[in-house]
């Protein structure tokens, strides 16, 4: 088969529903034996349920374990958002990268609970109020239209709610998950609603039941003696772990948000309020028959099950294939699990692995797939139909099979949401055949047929890159396929303070050996680049150059303007800049956006230049500050507690630094003494949970979960002439504009009266207040506190934030 033939196939073989990168099969991680007979006894079990909620981590995953595990349902969590607008805790990733992260962490979250993972287009936006506000930003027949198609797909028996859809839900996109889910229960099943889905190889589709799984946390119980009661603490032999252990490992997957659980053990009950549908009394499955229903199969698995020996497995791999031919055509069966159960009880691994971990558009990427069987009697034979070649295997053998395949374009490694800007409260789908999957469902892989007996079981094996290392052992990674040069910008956005021209960095990177070219600046009309273009020339792969165009603005900007780059190799042009995200917890990240950023023109003054920064959960507030003429040095609360900070204009603690340091309540009292000795200390938002410090001002205040979260809402100046508003800028309605996703959170309340407040601020329909920013003199310097999402405006380059944030910083004149 040629190259362009086998890439065709390559891209388009994965149409399976299967959420496929989120779960770990068996022939990538064989199963236990205690693992293969929970697998058994899940064959006979045919019902599908779907849990429906806003947010990564909003899921309830002991119920998920126990669906998964003990009634042994398929069972799948669709999460309208990938939790872009929250905050996190493990680094500076904001929006679509915090996106990413939580997305994986939730994958990762389902493997252990054994659930899978569906998504909406849904974006999250940040916080939203009432599902009302979130449907005029989500576009609630869009969203409503993808929770359609997954229950078509799906099909679920039964499908559950985690929120109510009023107030109780406690945000809007909360209310608004359980609306959607509703109004789908009804539209799936119903023709007229999104026709256009059933031309697309689905079915209406109308699940028995839609419930709220109500709760008692947070001080509000939504529990009732009348609504459905299920004690899901049981204790699983098999697993050696009860459901709320599994939950507990679980939900500690998602890191970003400071979720790490306590293993519970015990009876725990959970309760379900009927919404919609046959009302259940007893069971979930109430008046479903969620078991098959053929007799003769049903009496072949119990033979499987009766006749399953833990330390001779292969044992039943007869039966297990002549169940596989029986079942061909039984609708809704278990047919991946029991090819995987196949596969386990032979010992059956296979990997398609590279030597490297990226390869660029136009190389050839040479790959083998290794298989081994280690159990039983029944050889199988392994066939790559690209390179129509069959091998048949020995016991305890590895058999190889090497290839190489010539990547395009089409192949660069980007989220199929992310292929192109979007709005604020959504993405583009190119494709409603995406709509749903966690990740790309179209990958590099090898189709790989398994023999077995005379039945065939075909799998779709990621081309992953596998290395070894010296400490973490064996690695896979995602393979990455690039463009051949990439230019990625230092800044999201770049503020000309008064007009004057900036140096602007940009890091080149090649991804593949001999690229020469040049790169293009393309600027808005008026502004000017100099030098106009840098030729680069790269003979290795992974060289990298770091080249300054020095730009000058144009006099106003009446539009928005951008800035964005060309890549010129041989006449083709690319404009792809490289993003990569590395945790230990989750797999390695690769983006390849667009290489673009924001142009803003600032009148902008700032009086006193060097600032000292203790970092906290992680924020680009300080980089935003070097960007217009700060000089920022990061400190350590070591360093705080032990160096001379009086050559400090002003300190800033970064967002939550009191939520998260250890040493919160040992530095807090130096940072006092600088203050009085005459420094500044600005402090940014912390949440009002989980201070390490008991006090973190000079006076008292509190922290509430109270929030502004319309961007535009109105500021009024409640104290126009403190200086915080006039020195060294004057700050008008107009510095408010250009606000994004909100205007701050957590803010200040039972204020004492040593502080003083300057405006105050409301969402729609609320009263005005005032705890977004608090100062105050103490001894002879100024203590700021301010709960305005300063850690968002600055790095997207909102001018007024600038000018704010600088007199904040402001020594007392």
């Avoid at 006894?41 to 998920?64: F, G, Q, W």
């Avoid at 899978?116 to 999250?124: L, V």
């Avoid at 929770?147 to 608004?176: L, Q």
């Avoid at 100046?717 to 004057?730: E, R």
């Amino acid at each position: 088969m040629s190259f362009k033939h086998y890439l065709l196939s390559f891209l388009l073989i994965n149409q399976l529903w299967v959420a496929k990168a989120q779960q770990q099969n068996s022939f990538e991680h064989p199963l236990s034996a205690a693992e293969i007979a929970q697998g058994i006894a899940s064959l006979p079990i045919k019902a599908n349920v779907l849990y429906i909620a806003a947010h990564p981590d909003d899921e309830n995953t002991r119920l998920l374990a126990y669906l998964a595990k003990e009634a042994k349902v398929r069972t799948a969590y669709l999460s309208l958002t990938r939790g872009d607008g929250g905050q996190n805790l493990i680094g500076n990733e904001q929006a679509e990268l915090l996106g990413q992260i939580r997305t994986q962490e939730l994958l990762a979250a389902r493997k252990v609970d054994g659930a899978e993972q569906f998504f909406s287009r849904a974006n999250d936006f940040g916080f939203s109020k009432t599902s009302d506000e979130t449907f005029k930003i989500w576009g609630k027949e869009q969203i409503l239209a993808d929770a359609v198609w997954v229950i078509r797909k799906f099909r679920p028996d039964v499908i559950i709610t985690r929120f109510p859809e009023d107030s109780r839900a406690g945000h809007g996109h909360h209310a608004a998950s359980a609306i959607i889910a509703r109004e789908a229960f009804n539209a799936a099943a119903d023709p007229k609603r999104f026709p256009e889905q059933l031309k697309m190889g689905v079915e209406v589709w109308q699940a028995k039941r839609i419930l709220w799984n109500t709760y008692n946390f947070g001080g509000n119980n939504t529990t009732a003696p009348n609504q459905l009661k299920i004690d899901i603490g049981l204790f699983n032999p098999l697993l050696g772990r009860s459901y709320g252990e599994i939950a507990a490992i679980s939900r500690t997957n998602h890191k970003s948000q400071g979720f790490g659980s306590t293993l519970q053990r015990g009876e725990a009950f959970e309760y379900f309020s009927h919404t919609a549908g046959e009302p259940a009394t007893k069971s979930l499955f109430d008046g479903l028959n969620i078991k098959v229903t053929n007799q003769s199969i049903l009496n072949l698995i119990a033979k499987i099950q009766s006749g399953f020996d833990m330390n001779k497995p292969a044992t039943i791999v007869p039966d297990l294939l002549r169940l596989k031919k029986m079942t061909v055509n039984e609708r809704g069966f278990k047919h991946q699990l029991l090819d995987e159960l196949i596969l386990a009880c032979t010992g059956f691994w296979a990997e398609a692995v590279t030597n490297q971990q990226s390869y660029a558009v136009g190389n050839e990427v040479p790959f083998t797939i290794n298989a081994i069987y280690r159990n039983g009697e029944i050889a199988p034979k392994i066939s790559y139909l690209a390179a129509a070649q069959t091998v048949a295997m020995q016991s305890n053998k590895v058999a190889s099979i090497n290839y190489r395949l010539l990547v395009d374009s089409t192949a660069i490694t980007q989220p199929y949401y992310l292929q192109q800007s979007h709005p604020i409260g959504y993405y583009l789908i190119n494709q409603q055949q995406d709509v749903g999957y966690p990740e790309n469902p179209k990958t590099l892989e090898a189709k790989l047929d398994v023999d077995i007996g005379g039945e065939l079981i075909s799998l779709r094996l990621p081309l992953r890159y596998k290395s070894t290392d010296p400490i973490k052992g064996e690695q896979y990674q995602p393979l990455v396929i690039a463009p051949k040069v990439t230019a990625t910008l230092s800044d999201q956005a770049y503020l000309f303070v008064n007009s004057q021209p900036k140096t602007i960095e940009v890091t080149l990177k090649s991804f593949t050996q001999n690229a020469s070219g040049e790169i293009i600046p393309i600027l808005p009309a008026g502004w000017k680049s100099s030098p106009e273009k840098i030729a680069f020339n790269f003979v290795q792969k992974g060289e990298a150059q770091v080249v300054n165009f020095n730009i000058t603005p144009a006099a106003r900007i009446n539009n928005a303007a951008n800035l964005s780059l060309q890549v010129k190799i041989d006449g083709q042009v690319s404009s792809k800049s490289y993003k990569a995200i590395r945790y230990d917890h989750i797999p390695n990240i690769d983006l390849f956006p667009t290489a673009v950023a924001k142009l803003e023109l600032v009148d902008l003054k700032i009086a006193g230049k060097r600032i000292g920064y203790l970092d906290g959960a992680g924020d680009l507030v300080a980089q935003a500050l070097q960007q217009v003429g700060y000089e920022v040095v990061h400190l350590t609360p070591s360093q705080v507690i032990l160096s001379d900070l009086s050559p400090f204009d002003a300190l800033i603690t970064g967002v939550r630094f009191f939520n998260v340091s250890d040493e919160a309540k040992n530095v807090y009292g130096k940072l006092m003494d600088y203050v009085k000795n005459g420094g500044v200390l600005l402090e940014q938002y912390n949440v009002n949970n989980g201070l390490k410090s008991s006090n973190i001002g000079p006076y008292p205040f509190k922290l509430v979960n109270k929030r502004v979260t319309e961007e535009d809402a109105k500021v009024t100046f409640s104290n126009p002439n403190h200086v915080l508003l006039n020195y060294p800028n004057k700050i008008t309605d107009k510095d408010f504009e250009g606000w994004v996703q909100e205007r701050g959170l957590y803010f200040a309340d039972e204020i004492d009266t040593k502080y003083e407040t300057v405006f105050s601020m409301n969402d729609t329909g609320e009263a005005p207040n005032a705890g977004s920013l608090l100062v105050a003199n103490y001894g002879k310097g100024k203590f700021v506190y301010t709960s305005l999402s300063f850690f968002r405006q600055l790095p997207a380059g909102v001018p007024g934030a600038y000018r704010l944030f600088a007199n904040l910083l402001a020594r007392p004149q």
